[in-house]
């Protein structure tokens, strides 16, 4: 499974971006597609998930302000964020579980700065 991820970029506080990936390879049904983040300095950690069925999961941080969704059919994951704060800034990961096993995708930088 490879995952292309875009759509980061530089933003103003209180904007926008919205993140995707797509999943490629032979896959069929991805069990939780998801994204994760990791700042300077900080662990990675999660952001948001979603399972094959729908459920999500949150980070309590961006609830309210983040929502992911996906597109099994495409096994594409979109995670768009408003309000963006400066402590959002940091390297997002795709992630998606798949037979048991984890795939990640390469980074992409999202800096809130004004």
């Known amino acids: 499974v490879q995952l292309q991820a875009s759509g980061g970029g530089l933003v103003q506080p209180g904007g926008s971006l919205r993140l995707s990936c797509a999943a490629s390879?032979?896959?069929?049904?991805?069990?939780?597609m998801g994204w994760y983040r990791q700042a300077p300095g900080n662990e990675r950690e999660v952001v948001a998930s979603v399972t094959l069925g729908g459920s999500t999961h949150y980070k309590d941080s961006v609830k309210g302000r983040f929502t992911i969704s996906r597109d099994n059919a495409k096994n594409t994951v979109t995670l768009q964020m408003n309000s963006l704060k400066p402590e959002d800034t940091a390297v997002y990961y795709c992630?998606?579980?798949?037979?048991?096993?984890?795939?990640w995708g390469k980074g992409t930088l999202v800096t809130v700065s004004s």
């Open positions: 992630i998606a579980f798949y037979n048991g096993v984890s795939y």
């Open positions: 390879g032979s896959v069929f049904s991805i069990d939780i």
